[in-house]
């Protein structure tokens, strides 16, 4: 490692550590000396609507095996099952650079191969182990400042906005990473303890010195299932959730983000993504093949090294929009996993804490899906994602210092809860949040701070029967 990339990684190393302090959560939070109000001012009664085995509504799957996540949605027609077949196909397919294969294209630098490479099992990511390749982890990087006419974070010279971690043969990548976590103690009202893991990163041996003026987000992949759903909620529906200025005075102020549509050349409300920084499917997913794994489409015509190296020069599109759409339509006609345990006394005790502690003020139960073109399957119907699609403020100790379109640097967007119980048998892992440092959903609550303060407090009061029963209720979704 040269001098300037040495002393660029101890300076983001430095960065990382002080992404970890805050002013409005104590990291680690502790047990209140008063003891919060229970769900103070964000209460809610339960929804009778959403205890139900129909998650996804008409698109709900049975089956809580390591294929939960990989099932299509059984109200499938002809034409949407054999696109959705064409497209499972696609999201399979191992990209390469032999100019005589059908998928070539990749790179020359990337984070992984396939689709499936970074979503196995169309479900959740993780940070990579020491020594591992990052698999189904990236990290998108920008420059202070936003494009002015798209309103997206300003592109990083050299390296686009994201971070490749591996390079086609003879080439080299982009950085290499290596993460490391320091262990913080905190204790509940019951006077048990737990710790908190802080993850810190340092980027080495870099095709060039990485400025101290990039921005760095650690992203792991989320899932693949119920994507058409939460596409076909109507954009009204999630914009009447909006509450900038806190009018009811609940503490919680979400904000859609507004995104550039790459196609429509407007911009419009984000959906997808951690900081819902993509508006629809069909631009997440050539984002994704752009991104991931170098490869270009019409959407997406450039590499994001190019003008930088030599072998990023301007080439035809490298994937059809024909294949984009059958990948797009693909993941929004996975089906949903069912809920389990209705009737399990304690997961029902816990869906009643769940409310009382304030979560489903912005893990939103329920909404009504409206009519989304040429996928009947997801059109109107109740579906109970947990997610209002809305951007809050998480607080000082998640915070990237990253933004993104009109999120800041400590915003992120609801991630949906349903399917979050089988993430251990699908994906082999219990890691959660945008980089996977919580490692199990309870770590996963109490690194909530910001407008999550205080649910996140109350959970901290909770005795630990109570504590155990709302995990149960969120591993029965």
């Given at each position: 490692m040269d001098s300037a990339t040495r002393s660029t990684s101890a300076c983001l190393l430095c960065m990382a550590l002080l992404a970890a302090c805050s002013d409005d959560s104590a990291l680690p939070p502790t047990a209140p000396t008063?003891?919060?109000?229970?769900?103070?001012?964000?209460?809610?009664?339960?929804?009778?609507?959403?205890?139900?085995?129909?998650?996804?509504?008409?698109?709900?799957?049975?089956?809580a095996s390591v294929d939960a996540f990989s099932h299509d949605s059984p109200n499938l027609n002809a034409a949407e099952l054999a696109l959705h077949e064409e497209g499972d196909d696609e999201f399979d397919a191992v990209f390469g650079t032999d100019p005589a294969s059908t998928h070539t294209g990749l790179g020359p630098v990337f984070d992984n191969v396939s689709c499936e490479g970074c979503h196995a099992g169309d479900g959740r990511g993780r940070p990579p182990r020491d020594g591992e390749i990052a698999e189904s982890f990236l990290?998108?990087?920008?420059?202070?400042?936003?494009?002015?006419?798209?309103?997206?974070?300003?592109?990083?010279?050299?390296?686009?906005?994201?971070?490749?971690?591996?390079?086609?043969?003879g080439l080299k990548p982009e950085a290499y990473v290596r993460i490391t976590y320091s262990e913080v103690a905190g204790q509940f009202a019951d006077g048990s303890t737990y710790s908190l893991r802080v993850p810190s990163y340092e980027f080495y041996d870099g095709y060039e010195p990485l400025s101290s003026k990039m921005l760095f987000s650690p992203r792991a992949a989320p899932f693949n299932f119920g994507l058409g759903l939460l596409e076909a909620i109507p954009e009204a529906a999630v914009l009447a959730n909006e509450d900038p200025d806190d009018r009811n005075n609940d503490g919680i102020s979400g904000v859609a983000n507004r995104v550039w549509d790459a196609v429509a050349k407007q911009t419009v409300v984000g959906r997808f993504g951690w900081k819902a920084g993509a508006p629809n499917l069909l631009q997440q997913t050539a984002g994704a093949y752009n991104g991931d794994m170098g490869v270009t489409s019409s959407m997406f015509p450039a590499e994001s090294c190019e003008g930088d190296r030599p072998e990023c020069a301007p080439h035809a599109p490298e994937v059809s929009d024909e294949t984009v759409a059958a990948v797009s339509h693909y993941m929004a006609t996975l089906g949903v996993p069912e809920r389990r345990n209705l009737d399990d006394a304690e997961a029902t005790r816990g869906e009643a804490i769940f409310y009382e502690v304030g979560c489903a003020a912005c893990h939103q139960p329920t909404f009504t899906t409206g009519r989304l073109a040429g996928i009947p399957s997801v059109s109107y119907q109740v579906i109970h994602p947990y997610t209002d699609l809305l951007l809050h403020d998480m607080g000082n100790d998640l915070a990237d210092r990253r933004p993104d379109f009109q999120a800041t640097g400590k915003e992120w967007r609801t991630p949906p809860l349903w399917g979050i119980g089988l993430v251990q048998t699908v994906n082999g892992h219990s890691n959660f949040l945008h980089d996977g440092r919580a490692r199990s959903?309870?770590?996963?609550?109490?690194?909530?701070?910001?407008?999550?303060?205080?649910?996140?407090?109350?959970?901290?009061?909770?005795?630990?029967?109570?504590?155990?029963?709302l995990i149960k209720f969120l591993e029965s979704l």
């Open positions: 008063t003891g919060p109000p229970l769900g103070a001012s964000v209460a809610m009664a339960p929804d009778p609507s959403a205890h139900t085995a129909l998650s996804g509504g008409a698109t709900t799957v049975r089956d990290f998108r990087v920008s420059y202070p400042g936003r494009d002015e006419t798209t309103g997206a974070p300003n592109a990083a010279p050299w390296y686009g906005g994201q971070l490749q971690l591996r390079a086609t043969p959903l309870l770590e996963a609550v109490l690194w909530h701070g910001g407008e999550a303060k205080e649910s996140r407090d109350a959970v901290i009061a909770l005795k630990s029967d109570a504590r155990a029963a």
